[in-house]
């Protein structure tokens, strides 16, 4: 049975400070997502992963796959309110589903 | 906007009644997902449907059955329900040799 454990389940730190959250595996997955989801809707794709090694920047957000494609990381750089919400990320096997973490309840007080 | 769309987006009920619930794909995409949410917790995979045909089961109770019809919309159908059984549902679709997977804006149900 293929996991995905991500960590931590919830943080809640102060507007301006760094984050990173992690996603693990012992299982390779051909791409690995992150999406956001806010309250009372759908999750949002941010980024998708696909080589070993990959870097993907998207503003204060940086997303890292992990060399043998079984892990990622999501760093946020001087955080703001308004990146608060659900990050889930979701590894693709070779059928195409989606092995889903457990999500990373993200606050950031003003 | 994501393109696939559920309806109804807000659903409450009583103990041991019937709801359908419906999904919309993106315009072409051929998979459609059917995921459950509880309250603060992460995505519990439901079925997966691809043109018409049931391609993948996960964590689907019983009482829960699903179908994709020749237009390529789904229902989730949800019978006996249980106040458990409240959550947002959601339904995803993905184009066919792809890895991302498109979320509609959820169904609320709640059961008293």
């Known amino acids: 049975t293929q996991l995905l454990e991500q960590s931590p389940q919830f943080l809640s730190i102060q507007e301006g400070e760094n984050l990173t959250v992690y996603c693990n595996s012992s299982s390779v997955f051909s791409s690995l997502q992150w999406y956001r989801q806010e309250p009372g809707e759908g999750p949002v794709l941010l980024v998708t992963v696909v080589t070993g090694g990959e870097v993907k920047k998207l503003k204060r957000l940086t997303f890292q796959f992990g060399d043998a494609r079984k892990d990622s990381s999501l760093h946020i750089t001087a955080a703001q309110p308004g990146d608060t919400g659900l990050y889930l990320c979701?590894?693709?096997?070779?059928?195409?589903?989606?092995?889903w973490g457990a999500g990373t309840k993200l606050i950031i007080k003003p | 906007d994501s393109g696939v769309t559920q309806t109804p987006k807000h659903l409450i009920t009583a103990t041991g009644q019937r709801v359908t619930l419906r999904c919309s794909p993106r315009?072409?995409?051929?998979?459609v997902y059917w995921y459950q949410q509880s309250l603060d917790q992460g995505l519990q995979f439901l079925i997966q449907?691809?043109?018409?045909?049931?391609?993948a089961k996960g964590n689907i109770l019983e009482r829960f059955s699903a179908q994709q019809f020749p237009d390529l919309h789904s229902e989730l159908n949800l019978s006996s329900l249980e106040l458990g059984d409240s959550a947002l549902y959601f339904c995803?679709?993905?184009?066919?040799?792809?890895?991302?997977?498109?979320f509609g804006p959820g169904t609320r149900l709640t059961v008293l």
């Open positions: 449907y691809y043109n018409g045909e049931e391609r």
């Open positions: 979701a590894g693709a096997n070779s059928n195409y589903q989606l092995i």
């Open positions: 315009s072409g995409d051929l998979s």
């Open positions: 995803a679709s993905r184009r066919t040799g792809g890895d991302t997977q498109y």
